[in-house]
């Protein structure tokens, strides 16, 4: 079992930046593919993007792209999102998941482990 814990999600201004993180719970981590997915209220989880088990292939759904950026250290057990530029319209639950695999997905039906969600809110 791999446990996921997000963190570093809160309140911040439009234009602001954030950066979050998920610690992995098990040496396992190494061996997955990771990605981001965000909830808004009354909304569906969308993806966000994702990042290969090497770290070196990512992917992010198009409207992010050059705002947000997914990088990982397998040393920590730990995968960050940084957030730029943040805007009202990015504030949602933000959840971490972890795939057995080494090639990343968007589906959300293909990640076997999720963590708890952090909270971010961006004000105007």
């Known amino acids: 079992q791999v446990k996921l814990v997000e963190s570093g999600g809160g309140l911040v201004q439009a234009g602001a930046s954030l950066r979050l993180s998920c610690e992995a719970s098990?040496?396992?981590?190494?061996?997955?593919?990771m990605a981001w997915f965000r909830q808004a209220p009354g909304k569906e989880r969308e993806y966000v993007g994702a990042?290969?088990?090497?770290?070196?292939?990512?992917d992010y759904v198009d409207s992010l792209k050059g705002r947000f950026t997914i990088s990982r250290d397998n040393a920590k057990n730990t995968v960050y999102l940084q957030m730029n530029s943040l805007k009202p319209e990015d504030t949602a639950v933000y959840y971490c998941?972890?795939?057995?695999?080494?090639?990343?997905?968007?589906?959300?039906?293909?990640?076997?482990?999720w963590g708890q969600g952090t909270q971010v809110t961006v004000s105007s």
């Open positions: 990042i290969s088990q090497s770290g070196t292939r990512t």
């Open positions: 098990q040496v396992i981590f190494s061996a997955c593919s």
């Open positions: 998941a972890a795939r057995l695999n080494i090639y990343t997905s968007r589906r959300t039906g293909d990640y076997n482990y």
